[in-house]
């Protein structure tokens, strides 16, 4: 099993040799097959996100709120070894303590008294990190269901669940302080927090719609202002779209 990982580990970093390129700018690849995903993923968008986003909101705002700080609380364990490996002590510091005041205090993350006193961590991942140690977006291309990316924040998602202590005690079934999980857990939260994002973007997304002569090159523009915004730590951008890849 851990060969296996390894190997999936190497062969997506030669993939980003290949596609990611030394220059800090983004080229599409692919754009063709890009712009098909695109409209496949809007589809699925109108049928299966959108509704059940607008049913989300109609949950009482205890509930919403809860469940919102919930996913977030779960995001948060990923932010602790990438702000580590950046080097900013500061934001390791306020991710850890954000997660174990609002996992005990703050009963599981249902509750954010973190917040309250002055922990709010930025949210961080692997992307990010090649981001901020020099390594360019490279290529830019959209994957099924999963939307916008890069060449970079693709093997970041990938190298994502060899760091996140969530994915360590859920996709890889290990135990850690005596807690475990499964495949099914992972999902649910990233499912749930897909529709959390969703549901607070109602607005934003259909307003993008509307104006954009070009949607495709619109989500574009979006995704990669957020993911520069993020790893130059702006919060330029940030109230209105949030975590677009969270």
């Known amino acids: 099993m851990i060969k296996i990982k390894i190997k999936t580990l190497l062969t997506s970093l030669v993939l980003v040799s290949i596609l990611s390129t030394s220059a800090k700018s983004t080229e599409e690849c692919f754009e063709g097959l890009s712009r098909s995903i695109f409209k496949f993923n809007l589809a699925f968008d109108d049928v299966v996100l959108e509704p059940i986003a607008k049913g989300y ?49 703050g009963i599981l993350g249902f509750l954010n008294p973190a917040e309250k006193i002055g922990l709010k961590p930025n949210k961080e991942d692997v992307g990010q990190t090649l ?60 499912g749930t927090s897909a529709v959390d994002f969703r549901s607070d ?24 202002q957020d993911r520069e915004n993020k790893i130059k730590n702006s919060d330029d951008g940030q109230d209105d779209w949030g975590n677009l890849d969270n």
């Open 201 to 224: 973007n109602i607005t934003n997304f259909d307003s993008l719609e509307k104006n954009s002569l070009d949607l495709y090159s619109s989500f574009k523009s979006v995704y990669l």
């Open 57 to 105: 909101n109609k949950l009482p705002d205890p509930i919403k709120t809860g469940t919102g700080n919930f996913t977030s609380n779960i995001s948060t364990l990923l932010s602790i070894p990438n702000s580590l490996l950046q080097g900013n002590i500061k934001q390791f510091g306020h991710a850890t303590g954000s997660v174990l005041v609002n996992t005990t205090v």
């Open 131 to 190: 981001g901020a140690y020099g390594m360019g977006p490279g290529c830019y291309f959209v994957l099924p269901i999963l939307g916008p990316t890069t060449a970079r924040d693709s093997i970041g998602l990938i190298a994502d669940t060899f760091v996140d202590p969530f994915a360590h005690i859920t996709i890889h079934e290990k135990s850690l302080i005596g807690i475990s999980g499964n495949n099914i857990d992972y999902f649910s939260v990233k």
